[in-house]
């Protein structure tokens, strides 16, 4: 009677499998532990959340071939410069607000969720808001009460969730956070809004003194 080859054996294949699984269980510990620091506020794809004291906008990179968030000068949300205590605090209540109205049921952020309603990833730099300048107060305005406004006026429509002010300067913070994100150039062929400052307007040109006609004096 010949005896089964090693590789055919059972106990080849039940130390195989165990050696398999814990290998895997390491590499998916590692995983998680890289993943995490990854995706924690502060890292180098997600900014600290003090970022909302500052101008982000989505430029074009050649190098990476397509869009990523820059970070550009201060300009505080609502004209208030906060704390990175005091801007987690408005981003976590914005955070919370989004998940209590399960505004995923509709939405989707950073491409999960419902593809009933836009996705808002980079709902901050929506060209639809018109200019930077009005956009914080339109964002709070809506957020409180869409029915009445230009943006629900066609297509699919939000309802009235009962958003509190706090509540929606909340949400406009974690929106801006989050358009602050690396996704690797998601949502792709998005067009932000111009958030160029004006152009300075040219000095006025001293006039020359009229002539009189009076010679010098010596």
């Known amino acids: 009677m010949t005896s089964a080859p090693w590789w055919a054996s059972e106990s080849y294949w039940r130390k195989t499998a165990i050696w398999v699984t814990g290998i895997s269980f390491v590499i998916l510990i590692l995983l998680t532990f890289d993943s995490v620091s990854q995706i924690t506020a502060g890292s180098k794809r997600v900014p600290a959340y003090s970022v909302i004291n500052q101008r982000i906008d989505y430029k074009f990179d050649e190098k990476r071939n397509f869009q990523v968030p820059v970070i550009g000068q201060e300009e505080p949300l609502f004209g208030k410069k906060l704390t990175e205590q005091e801007a987690e605090a408005l981003v976590s209540l914005g955070k919370k607000t989004t998940q209590a109205k399960n505004c995923m049921d509709c939405h989707t952020l950073l491409g999960n969720g419902s593809y009933y309603a ?25 957020l409180m009460d869409p029915s009445d406004k230009l943006h629900n006026a066609l297509g699919r429509r939000m309802p009235n969730l009962g958003i509190t002010r706090e509540e929606a300067r909340g949400v406009v913070a974690f929106l801006k956070w989050m358009s602050s994100i690396d996704t690797n150039g998601f949502p792709y062929n998005f067009k932000p809004i111009d958030q160029s400052d004006p152009a300075p307007a040219a000095p006025a040109t001293a006039a020359a003194p009229e002539a009189t006609g009076t010679p010098a004096q010596n």
Do not use: C, H, I
């Open 118 to 142: 836009p996705d808002l990833t980079k709902a901050w730099l929506d060209p639809a808001w018109g200019s930077k300048e009005a956009r914080e107060q339109l964002m709070v305005d809506f």
